[in-house]
């Protein structure tokens, strides 16, 4: 993936002239030049933007390219992800990254329109869809929550074409409440272009009690888990690559909720009163809904053992395993409760009009 064709034509030396680097520009048609010194380490980069700059200063023609070139470029190693590499250059807006090894030589380049073609990625997705929905009757009488239609798609086929979008196809749903209605509806995905399994649930087995159903043997990369009534345009990439950096064991999307006290708070200390705050609004972290983990967390649980994803994070917590959290910034919408699932309706018209 980061391999690209004749990416050593992009390297010049810093005394190549200004006159020459245009030429190499047109040459090389990537919009970008790697300056490098006798040993092929970077030094700096010299982008068509640069050129521009340069030329409106009025720079000569035979200045060289050490004289305009930016001396602080960015770069990347071989062993960064193209997960890693796509949320770096979109985070710092550049459409070229050089790729260098440990002693900086430069030994690959890597373009931004290449990560954005659309990727096949491996992970595995789980999506939570066995529960009763009980805070959702009478709707939920006689249909599985996550196939209540929000817009005119059930909740669970929106959240399903989010990660289809986005590269993902290998999916996993735990089923038990109405299981034929939902493995009717979606069938072994190949009308999609997607594999998906089912994890039969005979009894409610809590979230992470459900992953105890995964075939582990399968599940050699960080896997998803989301619950089947949420709704959010969280960028899952961008949280499976901060997941990798992070080197956690299992990584919790957060939201931030606020809560206001509807009266005046009055601070006291030894019988006097020291300040009034007016209604004061405090923010809290809360579960979003949505992990990732590696395999070896999924590997240890007990199968058919009932267990909620909470319990699992304790579990890692005593065990000094590190835990790690993705403050989910975008739009995000649990679907609980009757009035939350009338807010769902305006939800996916302003934010999955193009699904």
């Known amino acids: 993936m980061r391999k690209q064709n004749n990416w050593r034509k992009l390297l010049v030396e810093p005394g190549l002239p200004l006159v020459d680097a245009v030429k190499r520009l047109d040459e090389g048609a990537k919009r970008i030049l790697i300056v490098v010194d006798k040993d092929d380490k970077l030094i700096g980069t010299v982008t068509d933007g640069d050129i ?103 909740i669970l086929e929106i959240i399903l074409e989010r990660f289809i979008e986005a590269g993902f196809w290998r999916f996993y749903i735990s089923t038990h409440y109405m299981a034929n209605t939902i493995k009717g509806y979606f069938g072994n995905g190949s009308d999609r272009d997607v594999e998906i399994n089912y994890l039969d649930e005979r009894e409610p087995l809590g979230t992470g009690g459900a992953l105890s159903l995964l075939p582990k043997g399968e599940i050699t990369a960080p896997l998803i888990l989301m619950n089947g009534d949420l709704l959010t345009n969280l960028d899952f990439l961008s949280l499976l690559s901060h997941h990798e950096l992070s080197q956690s064991k299992l990584t919790m999307c957060l939201r931030e909720y606020e809560q206001q006290v509807p009266f005046g708070v009055v601070n006291t200390q030894k019988g006097e009163v020291k300040s009034i705050v007016e209604k004061p609004v405090n923010r809290y972290h809360v579960n979003a809904g949505i992990y990732v983990m590696e395999p070896s967390v999924i590997a240890g649980l007990e199968k058919n053992k009932y267990v909620d994803m909470p319990d699992v994070v304790d579990s890692l917590l005593k065990q000094q395993a590190p835990v790690g959290y993705y403050e989910v910034s975008e739009e995000w919408l649990d679907i609980g409760r009757l009035d939350d699932f009338k807010k769902a309706q305006q939800f996916v018209l302003e934010s999955f009009s193009e699904l």
């Not at 979109?90 to 030994?107: A, F, G």
């Not at 999506?127 to 805070?135: E, V």
């Not at 009488?141 to 929000?150: A, F, G, N, R, Y």
């Open 52 to 154: 521009r700059r340069a030329l409106i200063r009025q720079t000569e023609l035979t200045t060289p390219v050490s004289e305009i070139m930016n001396t602080n470029p960015k770069s990347a190693t071989h062993a960064w992800s193209r997960l890693r590499l796509l949320s770096f250059m979109e985070r710092t807006d550049l459409l070229q990254l050089p790729i260098v090894d440990e002693k900086n030589k430069v030994i690959g380049v890597t373009f931004l329109y290449e990560l954005l073609k659309k990727p096949r990625i491996d992970n595995p997705v789980c999506l939570m869809a066995g529960g009763f929905g009980t805070r959702l009757k009478p709707l939920t009488d006689s249909c599985p929550k996550p196939m209540l239609t929000v817009g005119d798609k059930p």
